[in-house]
């Protein structure tokens, strides 16, 4: 059974701190992502990582950055948190197939309040 | 880049009533579709997908289908129960390293 967690379940943080989210999965995935979730706006693709080491923007990257040093941790850092990041943060992962990246698995979510 | 539209973004039906959620996609080079299913305070998790050599996929209650030229795919649950309400999201990607886009999701009532 695929299982995907995430440090925290709630943060709150100050405007112009430094956040750490970070998630591990234990089924070998290569492939991780992070998304926002927003009321009305669904899941947005922040960044993903095909791989140790490797990073790709997604949809909305501006103010985030992330790091993968080992295959099954993935980290979101907010550089400066802003109030506008307020949000559901959701990590997934997932195994590659031979034609697709392979079925999402998500985490439980970390909800972050940036006061 | 691939745009995901999603209809209705809320649905309340009777419980043993059909629920239908239509998705169109922008890209028509997309071929993979997967439905995720949210219920309240829990995680996303697969329902159900489908690929672009298939026009119908069915697993009980649940069914999508994919219209290519239309470009657009559903969600059709039958005999609704109480516990399939939640938020469900469609989403499309192209084959191969192609992260999904998803729709903005439909909140689902089964009214009992």
């Known amino acids: 059974d695929v299982k995907v967690t995430q440090s925290s379940r709630y943060l709150v943080k100050r405007t112009g701190e430094k956040v750490f989210l970070e998630c591990v999965q234990d089924?070998?995935?290569?492939?991780m992502f992070w998304y926002r979730q927003d009321p009305g706006l669904g899941l947005r693709l922040i960044y993903f990582s095909y791989d140790v080491k490797m990073k790709e923007k997604g949809d909305i990257p501006e103010g985030y950055s992330v790091s993968r040093e080992k295959k099954e941790r993935f980290s979101l850092i907010l550089e400066s948190a802003s109030t506008n990041q307020t949000s559901m943060y959701l990590c997934a992962s997932s195994k590659p197939s031979a034609v697709t990246l392979g079925t999402q698995y998500f985490g439980p979510g970390t909800r972050l309040l940036v006061l | 880049g691939e745009n995901v539209e999603q209809h209705p973004s809320t649905l309340s039906v009777q419980e043993g009533d059909s629920a239908v959620i239509k998705c169109t996609y922008s890209?028509?080079?997309?071929?993979?579709f997967p439905w995720y299913k949210q219920e309240l305070g829990k995680r996303p998790q697969l329902i159900i997908d489908i690929r672009s050599n298939v026009g119908e996929k069915k697993d009980q209650r649940i069914a999508v289908t994919l219209n290519k030229t239309a470009k657009h795919f559903s969600l059709h649950i039958t005999e609704t129960q109480p516990e399939d309400s939640a938020v469900y999201f469609c989403?499309?990607?192209?084959?191969?390293?192609?992260?999904?886009?998803f729709g903005k999701g439909t909140r689902l009532s089964v009214i009992a």
């Open positions: 089924m070998d995935h290569e492939n």
């Open positions: 989403a499309a990607s192209l084959t191969g390293n192609t992260p999904l886009v």
């Open positions: 890209d028509s080079a997309s071929n993979y």
